[in-house]
């Protein structure tokens, strides 16, 4: 076991660095990079406004106003490999190019991000003058929070009503759940959560819950009993929204896995052996069925935490890692994408090895350091 262990993590080395290049290939090649959005930006505004994303784009390293406006307005005709960057000064772009990174070549950009990375510097934002780690660290309980709570309630709704629904499979107990489900199926997370806003958060009927944040701005001088009621409060809606969108396929997964556990012959023998359904289903089935729901774990908390909760973040103003990581993408904000993409995939490779050593817990009989490779 522990050699198993020990090479799967060896092996999160190369798989990690794999990703990232292929990342960063992908990201250099997509047009409308930092300094072509900033090039646009100044081709657009007004002197102020020059000065204060000029300002921010440099993380402190302010460019004036005047001479911001003065090399718009040139108009030397020197071409650029920047789109919009006609008629601008060569030198400027050049200074542009120096406060984003740029003016070293592509290899030389991404070792030393890789150096960086190896002692945990995962750089500066270009637009919001803090550092990414300071970023990550900030939006993480948000995001913590929704996918915890989420996958945590998906799982414990999800598998005893799949068990069931398998154990009494064409009865109408399975055809009424079946059809919660389709509905569950068929309207996504982030309209049922305008529905839940609507009908709960001061909408047309009843103004229950709060529509921002995840606790109260005064959260800080409640008691600790206030505070967990209201961080309980604020999570409540956004949860059952993601918890929605989330229970239909896990059900059915579970349902279909047991399903096919039952029609086995082990099945047969275990009830000619004298068992109870209990002793079968739960001695028998059970470890068996649960290793595919299981392997899903990992991809589940992932995409819950990452993907899912990325609109319920915009819904519910709730200032997590999915909405950050979108608007780095969107923004060409280059160390923030980089540096969440490093921590989603770390923590989906380390996901990956847990729901293995959970197979092995769930059913001994699966030993993956046995295996040749």
Aim: glycine share 10%; charged share 15%; aromatic share 12%.
């Amino acid at each position: 076991m522990t050699a198993y262990i020990l090479r799967r993590l060896l092996l999160i080395v190369p798989t990690l660095l794999g990703i990232m290049v292929i990342n960063f290939i992908v990201v250099q090649a997509a047009p409308g990079g930092p300094v072509e959005q900033l090039i646009a930006r100044l081709s657009g505004t007004d002197v102020a406004a020059t000065a204060r994303i000029a300002g921010a784009a440099a993380g402190g390293e302010q460019i004036g106003a005047e001479r911001a406006a003065s090399q718009i307005t040139a108009g030397n005709g020197a071409r650029s490999k920047y789109r919009g960057a006609q008629g601008l000064d060569p030198e400027f772009i050049l200074e542009l190019e120096r406060m984003f990174g740029f003016d070293k070549p592509p290899h030389e950009r991404f070792l030393l991000m890789l150096g960086n990375y190896a002692t945990l510097d995962f750089g500066d934002s270009f637009y919001q003058d803090r550092s990414v780690m300071d970023l990550v660290l900030d939006k993480m309980p948000v995001s913590i929070s929704l996918g915890l709570w989420t996958t945590l309630l998906v799982y414990l709704l999800s598998i005893p009503l799949g068990i069931r629904k398998a154990v009494r499979d064409g009865s109408r107990f399975d055809i009424w759940t079946s059809g919660i489900i389709i509905v569950g199926y068929a309207i996504p997370g982030f309209l049922f959560a305008v529905l839940l806003i609507v009908l709960f958060a001061g909408g047309s009927f009843l103004d229950l819950f709060p529509l921002r944040g995840l606790v109260s701005e005064n959260w800080s001088d409640m008691s600790w009993p206030a505070r967990i009621v209201d961080y309980f409060w604020h999570i409540t809606l956004p949860v059952i929204a993601m918890v929605i969108g989330g229970f239909a396929g896990l059900t059915m997964l579970t349902k279909n896995s047991f399903l096919d556990e039952i029609n086995k012959q082990y099945v047969l023998t275990a009830r000619a052996k004298g068992l109870n359904e209990g002793q079968v289903l739960y001695g028998h089935v059970f470890r068996n069925a649960m290793l595919i729901v299981v392997a899903g774990f990992p991809s589940a908390f992932i995409g819950i935490l990452f993907t899912g909760s990325l609109l319920i973040e915009v819904i519910f103003s709730l200032d997590g890692l999915g909405l950050l990581g979108f608007e780095a993408a969107i923004g060409r904000d280059y160390p923030v994408m980089f540096g969440t993409l490093f921590f989603f995939t770390l923590l989906g490779l380390v996901l990956n090895l847990l729901g293995d050593l959970m197979y092995m817990w769930i059913d001994p009989r699966i030993d993956f350091e046995s295996r040749e490779t």
